[in-house]
């Protein structure tokens, strides 16, 4: 299958106080259609600001997309117009967040922050795109959706809200969802059922679904490949499967080994992601050797000296270590 | 951002006072404040040294322009007296008004305040009752009532100042009040034993202070501005000369002669901007979130 | 709890703090040093025995106070302030002949400041360093430092010797024929200098406040959301952020409408308005009390109805208070 979306060597810098961040630090992604890429990480890793640089919603100043391209079907969306990336939002690729409480203009109804999305991206009346609302709403499981878009945010819970959201990202039929740790602020039980929402619209709209999230159970459960991110880089791509199972980076296997029972309880009780010995370093003062090698209990005089490049090991599978070889052997 | 902005939180966190200071004297409207706060005090407390001409004096011909006579290096008023001597020793009687009516409105407004939101309830319904009938009545007219009825002396003038300011203050206080009240220290102090009157005024009221000094300094600016605008109406103290004075007698000569009027409202003004800007500082000293903008 | 009962409630509220202020008022009277009669009459009216006595009467002065107050209140709630000894005249037709031109100056005052103020905060929180943003800040300071009156004469100088463009004094030009519509553009006319002077100080405070709230709003989720869905950035600013930054806006202009009034009286006495401040500083050279407690009742009263119409506002662009009780 041909990738819809392709990213080529991005970065972004942010200006800070401290000096210059570098937030994303070439990194290198492509989605498939219909596929579910899933993206993990640690909190500040940079997957919300991959996110945006898609979405061209770095927060600029301060941020900035600095190097890179980011193609759509071979479209340059860096170099793209803002009128083109109005176009591109919402109608070809849409995002849900992290903050379902907050996400939502407290001032307007839920159906016609909805509708705007349509009218937005549609050439289709106010009466149609309010009908449009209100199947979405109905689509995304809400009870009484004729009743619920006439309500402001404040009258609805969290769960509810993140389906709003979903209902207002999926309204224009995108070919790509971005979404952002859509559960992490909700209840358990709500979680499980956001997740289920999204993995049946998926199935049924085809549409292609970048996932981030902290819940490796999660991505067991729905990713097709899997992207693992530190400190501003992709450090390991490839097939769930092979990310859970073989994993090559030495900070993936942290991270999976951190993660208890993934086979045996995969939707039950979903762990979350946790933390390996260290810290994160400041993206401020990153040296010029690999990023993790502070933490690196394989590294060796090179992970100090050089960056090491993301590398295939196999088709469909990379990392970015120098000592795979040796860390897989042990 | 969240990694950078903590380690500087660290640094700046030693203590909030001295943090405060040091903030203010980066505030530039802080410091401009300051400046001409003194430049103010220095020209009404240091100025009768340098030049010694009696105010109610009448020493040229009336309503002389500027720079007409040297006699007169401001003009004169419509009766014939130095404007320049005049601001000169309008001065401390304007000040002195703004603060003393400063003084009873912040006191009245932090009791109000305090006891509506440290006791709650009945007490603060009833206490909200009266400072809401207060906002309703427009002070300014409230505050004429007041003066007319009783002698314009500049004791009833900083008193009906007063009485019609307070609600802001109250409004403040109770609003910090209801905030602290509940915060773990207050809690601490309770279970402890501490009296109530203890608790309001040794435990919250010192919690409560940043906000109340910058609300303190900005009252005594709007004092000012109130006792001008009686003056300008005639009900200020006819006895003490001040720059309200200059302004009330001057009123009626406005389009005879721009300076009886013009110029002490510009020294008013000057005041009031000092306390303004210094207000400004201190809110931005206190408020490190808001000073990005 | 439904409108009505909210409704009701709002009303009886506002009903109480009108006898609040009628209480005042006669408290005032007698606290005042001097004969209550005395006081009624005026100083300045020089009241003859005979007046007093009458005055005595009407107002039941030989009676135990609470009957005092009982008549005091029945009479004003039925419409009579009482009389003007000075301009020997009923207060309340006094005050009604002269609440028009106040309730002219002080609504468009305050609308231009709103609509302007709201207007140049958006424009400034765009560029929070940019010029607009200074303006709105030095303005604010100063227009928030200066004697309103000295602003007004300020004026008054301008336009009197520098430019001599617009009127400054009276609400309209008596040798000045012409039809009723004449007349109202000449009204308009005279009427924008003593409102640019009122709305000025409150137009920059409020240009402040939008900018303020518009910063804040403008890093809120729900801006990125509307980003997100590919709303434009003029809509995001004057739609999604407005919205939500009128809000403080209205609070605070409902909270100052007593203040507005304050500043009326003064630049009425500048620019020779023939409204309720004039009137009140004229009768307050005369010593005229029922008058001045007329005027300081009545504006009471525009002020409650005022917070009445900014709780409605507030409900209408607020949906969290509407439905929330
Ligand atoms: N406005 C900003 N100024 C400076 N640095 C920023 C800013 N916004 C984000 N960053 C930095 O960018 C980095 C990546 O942030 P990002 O939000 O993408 O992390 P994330 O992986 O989504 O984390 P989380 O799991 O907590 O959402 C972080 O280290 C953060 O400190
Ligand atoms: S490159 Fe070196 S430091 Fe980096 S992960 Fe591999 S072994 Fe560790
Ligand atoms: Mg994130």
Redesign the interface.
């Known amino acids: 299958m041909a990738a819809i979306l392709s990213i080529k060597d991005l970065v972004v810098d942010f200006k800070t106080r401290a000096g210059n961040a570098r937030v994303l630090n070439e990194i290198s992604l492509e989605l498939e259609s219909g596929e579910i890429l899933g993206i993990v990480g640690e909190s500040g890793c940079g997957k919300s600001m991959t996110a945006l640089s898609i979405?061209g919603?770095v927060p600029s100043p301060p941020g900035k997309i600095t190097n890179g391209s980011i193609s759509l079907d071979g479209e340059d969306l860096v170099q793209a117009s803002?009128a083109r990336m109005?176009?591109?939002?919402?109608?070809i690729i849409?995002?849900i967040?992290q903050?379902p409480m907050?996400?939502?203009?407290?001032?307007?109804?839920v159906g016609d922050q909805i509708a705007?999305?349509v009218l937005?991206?549609e050439d289709i009346s106010k009466a149609d795109a309010w009908a449009r609302a209100v199947e979405m709403l109905t689509k995304v499981g809400i009870p009484e959706p004729e009743i619920r878009a006439r309500a402001?945010p404040?009258?609805l819970s969290g769960g509810m809200r993140q389906r709003v959201?979903i209902a207002?990202?999926l309204s224009c039929r995108p070919r790509i969802l971005i979404a952002d740790e859509p559960t992490t602020a909700l209840d358990v039980t709500v979680q499980a059922q956001i997740f289920d929402l999204l993995n049946d619209l998926q199935r049924e709209t085809g549409t292609a679904i970048i996932m981030i999230t902290h819940d490796m159970g999660a991505i067991a459960e729905l990713a097709d490949r899997v992207a693992v991110m530190y400190a501003g880089h992709i450090i390991e791509s490839g097939k769930t499967e092979d990310i859970l199972t073989n994993p090559q980076h030495p900070y993936t296997r942290g991270l999976i080994a951190c993660v208890p029972h993934l086979e045996e309880n995969p939707t039950e009780d979903r762990p979350y992601l946790s933390e390996i010995k260290g810290v994160v370093p400041s993206l401020t003062e990153l040296g010029k050797g690999c990023a993790f090698a502070p933490r690196c209990p394989y590294k060796t005089p090179i992970c100090e000296e050089e960056r090491p490049h993301i590398e295939a090991v196999d088709k469909t599978h990379s990392v970015a270590c120098y000592n795979v070889k040796y860390v897989v052997a042990v | 951002m969240a990694v950078i902005e903590s380690s500087q939180d660290i640094v700046q966190s030693q203590s909030p006072w001295r943090e405060a200071a040091r903030a203010f004297r980066q505030s530039w409207?802080g410091m401009l404040g300051i400046f001409i706060l003194i430049l103010v005090i220095l020209f009404t407390f240091v100025g009768p040294f340098f030049y010694p001409v009696d105010p109610f004096e009448i020493i040229w011909a009336p309503l002389t322009p500027p720079g007409a006579t040297e006699r007169a290096p401001l003009g004169t008023d419509y009766l014939g007296r130095d404007i320049l001597a005049g601001l000169i020793h309008g001065g401390p009687a304007t000040l002195y008004v703004g603060l003393v009516a400063g003084i009873i409105t912040i006191t009245i407004g932090i009791l109000v305040g305090a006891f509506a939101g440290f006791y709650r309830g009945m007490v603060d319904e009833f206490l909200m009752r009266i400072t809401?009938?207060f906002?309703?009545?427009?002070?300014?007219?409230?505050a004429?009532?007041?003066v007319?009825?009783?002698t314009p002396t500049i004791y009833v003038v900083s008193l009906a100042i007063g009485i019609v300011s307070w609600p802001t203050t109250a409004r403040l206080t109770r609003a910090e009040f209801l905030r602290i009240r509940n915060l773990e220290y207050v809690n601490a102090a309770r279970s402890i034993g501490a009296k109530n009157r203890r608790i309001i005024w040794r435990v919250i009221l010192p919690n409560a202070l940043a906000p109340l000094i910058v609300a303190a300094t900005l009252t005594v600016?709007i004092a000012i501005?109130f006792e001008?605008?009686l003056s300008?109406?005639?009900?200020g103290d006819p006895n003490m000369f001040s720059w309200g004075l200059m302004?009330g007698a001057g009123r009626e000569y406005?389009?005879d002669g721009?300076w009886v009027?013009?110029l002490p409202?510009?020294m008013?003004?000057l005041t009031?901007?000092g306390?303004?800007?210094v207000g400004?500082g201190l809110n931005d000293a206190f408020n490190p979130k808001?000073r990005e903008? | 709890m439904t409108m009505t009962l909210m409704v009701a409630r709002r009303l009886l509220h506002a009903f109480l703090?009108i006898l609040?202020?009628l209480v005042?008022n006669f408290l005032?009277i007698h606290?005042?040093?001097g004969d209550p009669a005395d006081?009624i009459a005026g100083e300045m009216g020089g009241a003859t025995e005979e007046m007093l006595a009458d005055i005595r009467k009407t107002y039941g002065l030989d009676k135990p106070v609470y009957v005092q107050l009982g008549v005091y209140l029945t009479r004003a709630l039925q419409g009579d302030l009482g009389q003007s000894f000075f301009y020997n005249a009923p207060v309340l037709d006094l005050v009604a002949g002269r609440a028009g031109p106040t309730i002219l100056l002080v609504a468009t005052a305050l609308l231009f400041a709103v609509f302007v103020g709201t207007m140049l905060g958006v424009l400034a929180s765009h560029k929070?360093k940019g010029i607009v943003s200074g303006l709105v800040t030095v303005v604010s300071?100063?227009g928030?430092?200066?004697?309103?009156?000295?602003t007004g004469?300020?004026l008054?100088?301008l336009f009197?010797w520098v430019y001599p463009i617009f009127p400054i004094a009276n609400m309209y030009d008596i040798t000045r024929g012409g039809g009723f519509f004449d007349r109202v553009v000449d009204i308009l006319y005279h009427l924008v200098l003593p409102a640019l002077t009122l709305g000025i100080v409150y137009l920059a405070q409020y240009a402040r406040l939008t900018r303020?709230s518009m910063?804040e709003i403008l890093g809120?989720?729900?801006i990125?959301?509307?980003?997100?869905?590919?709303?434009?950035?003029v809509k995001v600013y004057g739609h999604?952020a407005l919205?939500?930054a009128i809000l403080p806006v209205v609070t605070i202009a409902g909270?100052q409408f007593?203040?507005i009034?304050?500043?009326a009286?003064?630049v009425e006495?500048v620019f020779s308005w023939p409204g309720l401040g004039t009137l009140?500083?004229e009768s307050?050279?005369a010593?005229d009390?029922p008058t001045?407690?007329g005027?300081?009742f009545f504006?009471?009263l525009l002020?409650?109805a005022a917070?009445l119409i900014t709780d409605l506002v507030y409900r209408l662009?607020?949906?969290?208070i509407r439905?929330?009780g």
């Open positions: 979405m919603l803002t109005r176009q591109v939002r919402g109608g849409s995002m967040f903050e907050t996400s939502l203009n407290p001032v307007f109804r705007e999305c937005l991206h402001y404040h009258e959201m207002m990202a | 409207a809401e009938f906002q309703v009545l427009p002070a300014l007219l409230f004429m009532v007041l007319t009825l009783f600016g501005l001008a605008g300008f109406l005639g009900l302004i406005i389009l721009w009027v013009t409202g510009f008013i003004f009031v901007l306390f303004s800007l400004d808001l903008r | 703090l609040a202020v005042l005032l606290i005042a040093p006081v929070p300071v100063i928030y430092s200066a004697p309103i009156f000295w004469m300020m008054v100088i009197a303020a910063l809120s989720d729900y990125r959301t509307a980003r997100a869905k590919g709303v434009a950035e999604h919205r939500n909270l007593g203040s009034i304050s500043g009286v003064l006495t009140a500083f307050i050279l010593r009390y001045i407690l005027i300081l504006s009471s002020v409650i917070n662009v607020d949906p969290r439905t929330g």
